[in-house]
């Protein structure tokens, strides 16, 4: 389908099974993965403290933030076959309870070794969360619905940003000196437990398919069967990980993903040393502060996630919002010091990049299937994810040797002009679907 053109209405029965089956999961998925993003990140407001503490460099930051991608890294790709085997409402409860655990032990971290080995096992315990919850909606939606729905799901990663950035500032500043542990060590406490908790509702609220859903009716099932059928018979079917290793679309993927991960955590890991940076000092106030550029992200990746789904256009929506995040991290670094005109241009990078994050997510799965699916979105993932070692090592590493984050924030906007650049070259056929 062409560019400009919309969609072909469904039947109303159809409407109202998707309504149903959106209403179920997605709120509580968008929690899994709300409580998820902010144990992965709160990291980058520890910062504040930690390092101080610690005596940690930027460089020793940027590493062990880093170091989380790395054991995502390597247990992703069996993390999502396992899923597939074992069914979601299992795997998915066992890993938030694994990271929860994880993320509470951050409290006791003294030394550099043991900061990075703790964020080592923090990415080996949440390996196949992502890619898993985003194989889990092929389960349930067709092709020219998911990119939507996904957007939906990832809108979680500015929630936690709305949430957590006030929140981590107040549990920082009123639980400092508290039963003679700092403020940083409370944070990571405190938020450890929601990812106990909701990994046990996990197990007992998910469903693992259509076919066990007792919610939905016997027509309701039918309808969604039919069409998870019909979506399927289009897509090519890849026998085994020796035939997607050699697909040269999976390593395009992979690149993009990659850049779009770089330009991601480049701006979540140092968003709250950015706004220090333009002149805020209060840790408090620059919780606060970070809630703004992630309200506007949310508004904006729901209009355009939807707008790429009614327009089954995928390729322009992904790598407009990329190019938005390069030109967003840009200006931050070069207005410097002034706080509004950096707040606006953090503004415009959030929005891009959080856009440009679950948009892409419609481009592999408009062309993966079955196991095949579980395979290749845990490759892309895992593969993609090394961007979230590489762009908060990169950005610490330039700091200490330059006394700024202005030349990170370059680097990581010429990587995602670059990661652009290949989404726009795919053929338009491939991925319009």
Not at 21 to 46: E, K, Q, S
Not at 119 to 144: C, K, Q, V
Request: hydrophobic fraction near 50%; charge should be positive; aromatic fraction near 12%.
């Amino acid at each position: 389908m062409a560019y400009g053109e919309t969609a072909t209405s469904s039947s109303p029965a159809e409407e109202r099974a998707y309504r149903k089956v959106t209403w179920r999961l997605l709120p509580f998925l968008m929690t899994c993965y709300l409580v998820a993003y902010l144990d992965r990140v709160n990291i980058g407001f520890a910062k504040l403290q930690m390092l101080n503490d610690l005596q940690f460099s930027e460089t020793v930051y940027g590493l062990g933030a880093g170091m989380f991608f790395i054991g995502y890294f390597f247990f992703e790709v069996p993390s999502n076959v396992i899923l597939h085997k074992v069914g979601a409402r299992l795997w998915i409860g066992r890993i938030m309870i694994s990271w929860g655990i994880v993320s509470g032990a951050f409290m006791f971290v003294s030394t550099p070794t043991m900061f990075y080995a703790l964020r080592f096992l923090l990415g080996i315990a949440e390996a196949g969360f992502f890619p898993g919850i985003i194989l889990y909606l092929t389960y349930w939606y067709p092709s020219h619905r998911r990119a939507h729905m996904i957007a939906l799901f990832m809108a979680a990663i500015p929630l936690s940003g709305i949430v957590g950035g006030p929140l981590s500032g107040w549990i920082m500043t009123a639980f400092a000196g508290f039963h003679n542990l700092t403020g940083w060590q409370w944070l990571f406490v405190l938020e450890a437990i929601p990812a106990l908790i909701i990994g046990v509702v996990t197990m007992i609220y998910l469903d693992n398919g259509v076919r066990s859903a007792k919610w939905l009716s016997e027509d309701e099932k039918r309808i969604l069967e039919a069409n998870l059928s019909h979506d399927q018979r289009s897509l090519p079917v890849h026998p085994s990980w020796s035939a997607l290793a050699s697909d040269r679309r999976l390593w395009r993927m992979c690149l993009i993903y990659f850049a779009s991960v770089v330009g991601n955590y480049g701006l979540t890991f140092w968003l709250p040393s950015l706004i220090a940076a333009a002149g805020v000092t209060d840790v408090l106030k620059i919780g606060l502060w970070t809630a703004v550029p992630y309200s506007a992200a949310i508004i904006f990746m729901l209009i355009i996630g939807r707008s790429a789904d009614r327009r089954r256009e995928r390729r322009w929506h992904t790598a407009v919002p990329m190019l938005m995040g390069a030109v967003g991290l840009t200006g931050s670094a070069l207005v410097g010091t002034q706080t509004i005109p950096a707040m606006v241009f953090l503004t415009i990078a959030a929005c891009g990049l959080m856009t440009c994050a679950p948009l892409f997510w419609s481009l592999p799965t408009a062309i993966l299937q079955g196991t095949a699916a579980a395979a290749g979105i845990a490759a892309i993932n895992s593969i993609g994810n090394l961007g979230g070692f590489a762009s908060p090592y990169v950005v610490g590493g330039l700091k200490d040797l330059t006394h700024s984050t202005a030349l990170g924030m370059y680097v990581l906007s010429a990587v995602l002009v670059l990661g652009a650049a290949l989404i726009i070259n795919l053929p338009a056929k491939m991925v319009n679907r």
